[in-house]
C-alpha cells in the first residue's frame, strides 16, 4: 500500500521570503514521487519528478525538491516566492513494483503576501 | 504536442439526471486517468485504463458510474443518475508509461465543472 501526506493545508507566506511545502509519503517499493500545481480553475501541472536519479530535483519557476529516503519526505522549496506562485499544490506517490496507481496527497494552499 | 482534451468544461444538471463527459489523451500515451476533485480536497481516482482494458476501479461507484474507451484511445465518464453529491471537478490524465520500467508523469485536461442541482 501506499500513501501521501501534506503536512500543511494552508501556508502563508510573504513575496520574496522562501517557501516550503512538506510532503511525506509511505510506500512499500522505490517510488517515483511528483509535483503539480494547480491554479484557480485550472488544470493540474506538472512542476518537478523524482523517478530513482538525483535526490534533488530542480522543476520549473524556481521550484525545486529532494527525495530523503531516510525521512521518507519529499518537501517542495523556492527560495524567494512569488505573487504568482500563490496556488494549490499537490505531493503524488507512484509505487513502482506496487500498484502502479498514482497516489494524490490532500494539497497545500500556499498564500503569498505583498 | 497537444495536451489532453476535455468536453464539456462546465455543466449544471439536476439530481437523477444523467451527464457524460469526454477525454482525448495525448497521442501514443497509452494509460488514461479520470479524477474526482471534490471542493477544497486533492483528486480521487476513478478509473485507470491500460489501452482498452481497466487497470483500477475500485473506487469507482459502479451503481451509477460508467466509464469506456473504446478503442484505447478516447473515454468517456458517465453517471446516471446523477446525485448532489456528484458535484465535482472531473479531471482526465494520460501517461505514456508505468509500471516495473518506471512511472511517466500524468498530464492533465482542464477538468469538467459538474454542479448537480
Known amino acids: 500500500a ?26 512499500s517499493y522505490s517510488p517515483s514521487l511528483f509535483w503539480y500545481v494547480q491554479h484557480p ?31 521518507t519526505s519529499f518537501h517542495l522549496t523556492k527560495p ?18 506496487g500498484s502502479y496507481i498514482p497516489t494524490f496527497g490532500r494539497g ?3 498564500i503569498v503576501h505583498p | 504536442e497537444a495536451g489532453v482534451a476535455q468536453s464539456p468544461r462546465y455543466k449544471i444538471i ?15 500515451h497509452a494509460t488514461l486517468y479520470w479524477y474526482q476533485q471534490i471542493l477544497g480536497q486533492g483528486p480521487k481516482l476513478l478509473i485507470q485504463f491500460q489501452n482498452n482494458g ?3 476501479d475500485s473506487q469507482l461507484p459502479k451503481d451509477r458510474f460508467s466509464a469506456e474507451r473504446l478503442k484505447g484511445v478516447d473515454s468517456t465518464l458517465k453517471i446516471q443518475p446523477a446525485k448532489l453529491e456528484d458535484s465535482a471537478v472531473y479531471l482526465c490524465a494520460s501517461s505514456s508509461r508505468f509500471g ?12 469538467t465543472r459538474l454542479t448537480v442541482t
Open chain 2, 100 to 111: 516495473q520500467e518506471g512511472n511517466s508523469p500524468l498530464h492533465f485536461g482542464n477538468g
Open chain 1, 2 to 27: 501506499q500513501s501521501v501526506t501534506q503536512l500543511d493545508s494552508h501556508v502563508s507566506v510573504s513575496e520574496g521570503t522562501p517557501v516550503l511545502l512538506r510532503c511525506n509519503y509511505s510506500s
Open chain 1, 108 to 110: 497545500t494552499s500556499l
Open chain 1, 80 to 97: 524567494s516566492a512569488h505573487m504568482s506562485d500563490a496556488a494549490e499544490y499537490f505531493c503524488v506517490v507512484f509505487a513502482s513494483g
Open chain 2, 14 to 28: 439536476e439530481k437523477r439526471q444523467s451527464v457524460a463527459f469526454w477525454c482525448n489523451p495525448i497521442s501514443g
Open chain 1, 41 to 71: 480553475n485550472k488544470g493540474l501541472q506538472l512542476l518537478l519528478k523524482y523517478t530513482s536519479a538525483a535526490t534533488l530535483v530542480k522543476g520549473i519557476n524556481g521550484f525545486e525538491a529532494e527525495f530523503k529516503k531516510s525521512e
Open chain 2, 54 to 56: 481497466v487497470v483500477d
